[in-house]
């Protein structure tokens, strides 16, 4: 497991949560297109916690036989609401995004907030342990 607390609320949030989890998945060695996948679902929950929630906001990573899992927690007790934004409007699609592109996600109450989650599957994926 790979956790970062205390991201910023503050534009750098999303940098910081995408390099974070780039190393972590490299470290692990989950391969490219997961990896991407994830640094991509983990910026868009990170902003979502960030937009939408007071600090502290916090990455967690969990790599398991099969899959990797992304939990960001936040401050915030609203629930994440998914739905499908039209075409000209400017944002609303992270959730979106995170439904279609992830094999399963949700989230919890964990007070004082809660956490939104996803899993991507590595099955058959993963690369050999280097030498």
């Known amino acids: ?9 503050a534009g750098t949030a999303c940098a910081e949560g995408r390099q974070f989890a780039e190393e972590q998945l490299w470290r692990w060695r989950v391969p490219i297109r997961a990896a991407d996948t994830l640094v991509l679902l983990a910026s868009e929950i990170i902003a ?5 929630g007071p600090p502290p906001v916090c990455l967690e990573l969990s790599l398991h036989a099969d899959r990797v899992r992304l939990e960001v927690t936040d401050s915030s007790l609203v629930p994440p609401v998914l739905r ?5 409007e400017l944002g609303g ?13 949700g989230w919890f109450d964990r007070p004082p907030g809660k956490v939104v989650w996803c899993e991507i ?11």
């Open 84 to 88: 499908r934004p039209q075409a000209r």
């Open 48 to 52: 979502n916690a960030v937009r939408h």
């Open 93 to 105: 699609r992270g959730l979106w995004l995170i439904d279609t592109l992830a094999a399963k996600w």
């Open 121 to 131: 599957s590595t099955a058959d994926q993963l690369l050999p342990e280097a030498p």
């Open 1 to 9: 497991m790979a956790v970062l607390n205390d991201l910023p609320n």
